[in-house]
């Protein structure tokens, strides 16, 4: 399957009426400290408090548009030990099928959708901003932007220690671990999925930008006090990134900032 913007357009349908149409929300305070108009996707309001629910949904219902399904298993800790080959164990013991958190083309036009939104609701935006694990979400809305509106820059937020410029140029990954150790716990993933992988090459190689904890913890402090919207440390990571940067000298005046989710285990608040 390709991941193209029909394909996009028909988990819209697919899922209608099942899923959030997240709104857009803006900030003064930001505006001032980002030097730029900001407006804020607000995944974070999606069922289950994260975008995830698009593609899971779109993939299962999927299945279930093809054939009878009894049953799905799915990792979600990116940072468990074995997780591929205990899902591939239980799908076979149980008769399950298998959908991979990011690296399905089902997932990620599922994704998808988000960008699909945002064109809709910031028609005039220069740039989308968007926090980068493995891959899905981040491939998703940038395929559909790249073909929908190739005018729309994206940028990839990365937390330090993931090096995806080097991964996207060369290819290869040397360091021996599969996690980034952040803050941004839903975002520690180190590579990007083989399906993701080409996308990202193609349009965001050299718009990568790279941020520390505490850039992140600034930004995450900055959405929490200025729009009272609590979200995740992996949420703040695009407006750590625009924070980074001069959006002037990068032509940008309307940045779009994927709030990408808002489970926070309040025992443990960075």
């Known amino acids: 399957m390709v ?18 149409r997240t709104p857009v929300i803006t900030c003064e305070s930001i505006d001032k400290v980002a030097g730029c108009k900001v407006f804020m ?3 974070h309001l999606q069922k289950t408090g994260s975008f995830k629910a698009r593609g899971a949904l779109n993939a299962v219902q999927k299945m279930k548009d093809e054939g009878p399904v009894k049953g799905v298993v799915r990792y979600l800790l990116l940072h468990c030990l074995y997780r591929e080959e205990t899902c591939a164990r239980l799908a076979k ?12 083309p089902d997932v990620i036009c599922g994704q998808g959708t988000i960008g699909a939104e945002i064109v809709e609701q ?14 899905g979400m981040a491939s998703g809305i940038t395929a559909y932007i790249a073909e929908v509106r190739p005018d729309i820059k994206v940028y990839l937020v990365e937390p330090e220690g993931k090096e995806l410029t080097a ?9 021996e671990r599969d996690v980034v150790d952040t803050v941004a716990d839903g975002i520690r993933v180190l590579k990007v999925g083989e399906y ?28 929490w006090t200025r729009t009272k919207q609590r979200v995740e440390p992996s949420a703040a990571v695009p407006l750590a990134g625009l924070l980074k940067v ?6 940008v005046k309307k940045a779009v900032l994927l709030l990408c989710g808002g489970n926070v285990d309040l025992d443990f608040v960075p």
């Open 122 to 135: 910031v028609p005039d935006a220069d740039a989308v901003f968007l926090a980068v694990g493995g891959g």
């Open 246 to 251: 001069s959006p002037s000298e990068l032509g």
């Open 167 to 175: 991964y996207l140029t060369n290819g290869e990954i040397t360091p």
């Open 196 to 223: 993701c992988y080409p996308i990202l090459k193609k349009s965001c190689t050299d718009k990568v930008i790279t941020v520390s904890d505490d850039e992140i913890r600034a930004a995450l402090k900055l959405i």
């Open 93 to 104: 013991e149980l008769n399950y099928q298998v959908v991979e958190p990011f690296n399905n």
């Open 41 to 43: 996707k607000c995944e």
């Open 3 to 20: 991941i193209c913007a029909e394909e996009v357009e028909k988990a819209r349908h697919r899922f209608a009426g099942r899923i959030h």
